[in-house]
């Protein structure tokens, strides 16, 4: 069973930037693909990003391309969401996501295991 951290969200106001740290801590060998997703009260869960096993591809949610970036520390479970010019929108709990099994990255059901969350809050 794996485990997975979340770390860095806070309050803060618009045109800010946070950056939200995952960490697995399981003792797998294997490299997972990993996604932030998020959701707000009311909401369903939506996909913000994603990052290949390798890192060698990422993906985004429309309304946050070319404003967040996914990255992770090579040859680990360990992926960064940098948020910049942050919107009141973006006011979510961020969920990290790993080992995607089946469907598309996109989809909150194809992955195994998820953190707790943590709260993102823009202020206008």
């Known amino acids: 069973q794996e485990k997975l951290v979340e770390s860095g969200g806070g309050s803060v106001q618009t045109g800010d930037s946070l950056r939200l740290s995952c960490a697995a801590s399981?003792?797998?060998?294997?490299?997972?693909?990993m996604a932030w997703f998020r959701q707000a009260p009311g909401r369903e869960r939506e996909f913000v990003a994603a990052?290949?096993?390798?890192?060698?591809?990422?993906f985004y949610g429309a309304s946050v391309q070319g404003r967040f970036n996914i990255s992770r520390e090579n040859g680990e479970n360990r992926v960064y969401l940098q948020m910049d010019n942050l919107k009141p929108e973006d006011t979510a709990v961020y969920y990290c996501?790993?080992?995607?099994?089946?469907?598309?990255?996109?989809?909150?059901?194809?992955?195994?295991?998820w953190g707790q969350g943590t709260q993102v809050t823009v202020s206008s």
């Open positions: 996501a790993a080992d995607r099994r089946r469907g598309s990255y996109r989809a909150p059901d194809g992955y195994d295991y």
């Open positions: 399981g003792r797998s060998s294997r490299n997972y693909d």
């Open positions: 990052i290949t096993w390798g890192g060698g591809h990422t």
